[in-house]
Nanobody
Framework: QAHVVESGGGLVQPGGSLRVSCAAS?????????????VTWYRQVPGKQRELVAR???????DYSDSVQDRFTISRDDARNTAYLQMDNLHPEDTAVYSC???????????WGQGTQVTVSS
């Protein structure tokens, strides 16, 4: 089993920045090295479908949804078993619960965090 914990959410004004973190403990999982996991950030607003925001592979290939391209940056620090989502120029429509998902390979183990609330409002 693994544990994934998001942190860093909060309230920010439009145009502001926030960085959320995804810390994973995978030592007791069947795939024991964080390096092997693809990390994906999702967000969800009540009543709406969950949306993929950004993803980073073990080889650090990244992709982003069109709505956050050029504003958000995903990164990872494998030595710390942590991934980050730097969010700049935030808009009110970025308000959501942001959740971290990790998955090892195509069919390996996968785990979710509980999510962290990001609210963009003046």
């Amino acid at each position: 089993q693994a544990h994934v914990v998001e942190s860093g959410g909060g309230l920010v004004q439009p145009g502001g920045s926030l960085r959320v973190s995804c810390a994973a403990s995978v030592e007791t999982a069947s795939v024991k090295k964080f390096d092997f996991y693809t990390v994906t950030w999702y967000r969800q607003v009540p009543g709406k479908q969950r949306e993929l925001v950004a993803r980073i592979t073990p080889s650090r290939i990244t992709d982003y949804s069109d709505s956050v391209q050029d504003r958000f940056t995903i990164s990872r620090d494998d030595a710390r078993n942590t991934a980050y989502l730097q969010m700049d120029n935030l808009h009110p429509e970025d308000t959501a619960v942001y959740s971290c998902h990790i998955k090892a390979g195509q069919s390996g183990p996968e785990y979710w965090g509980q999510g962290t609330q990001v609210t963009v409002s003046s």
